[in-house]
């Protein structure tokens, strides 16, 4: 019988759930093995990953072109001027303006309805729906964009060469510590080295004596952005370090390092 999903989930977390039998069978269980890895990874990134910008209100003018993206009725109001309750206030004057129209033609006789063709309807429909989708992706990069040249650039403040250790010729890197204007720190860590199959690596700060260390995530690829503990004294943990890692479930380091160094001004 496999590990419950519970139990590696709690195991990715750092949590010491699993009894002798439990590290004996996951030791031994390649799906198990695979399941465990899988959700250490997302754990590190998830861990990683910078907080998420605050979302904002689009410009008007975007509701005036989706608007006419979707070929609504005219609405005698200026968007282009108006914040978004004022939008809101226009598509509420289109409502009463149709029911009034609907009202007033209550006397005449029905015209007679032709119905789309499905094809032509679910095109029409498609076709409004990708509109949509492109104009909020639109303002969402035009927003990202504008905050991000406003925001002031990450300070350099420590850099390393990252060196081959034993049993890794030819395997070099780079890292840096970076800090933004509101004190978040990260490390970039740049790999230059073969990555055998079935393994992954794992990013780490030690102490010089590697009597201590820290985990900061799982490196995809060849660069990787990684987000410092806040409250972690860099004076303390100072070494970078990039394992590499076999999927067993194990969230310890392994003892094989790839590169290390120490990060100086």
Partial sequence: ?????????????????????????????????????????????????????????????VWRRVHAELGLAEVPVDLAGAGPDAAAGAAGAAGAAGAAGAAGAAGAP??????????????????????????????????????????????????????ALPGWTGARGVARLEEAPDGRRQVVVTLDAPAPAGTFREVWLLTPDVSGLVSLGVLEGSEGRFDVPAGLNLATYPVVDVSEEPMDGNPAHSGDSVVRGTLGA
């Fill in 1 to 61: 019988m496999h590990i419950d999903d519970d139990t590696l989930a709690l195991l990715a977390l750092g949590e010491d759930v699993l009894d002798d039998g439990a590290r004996a069978h996951l030791a031994g269980c390649p799906t198990c093995a695979a399941a465990a890895a899988d959700l250490a990874r997302v754990t590190a990134l998830a861990r990683s990953g910078p907080a998420p910008d605050e979302l904002v209100a689009p410009d008007p003018r």
């Fill in 110 to 163: 029905p015209a007679d309805v032709v119905p789309l063709p499905r094809s032509r309807r679910a095109r029409t429909w498609l076709g409004a729906a990708a509109a949509c989708l492109a104009l909020v992706a639109g303002v969402a990069g035009g927003v990202w964009w504008e905050r991000r040249e406003a925001e002031p650039p990450e300070t350099v403040v420590a850099t390393t060469d990252l060196e």
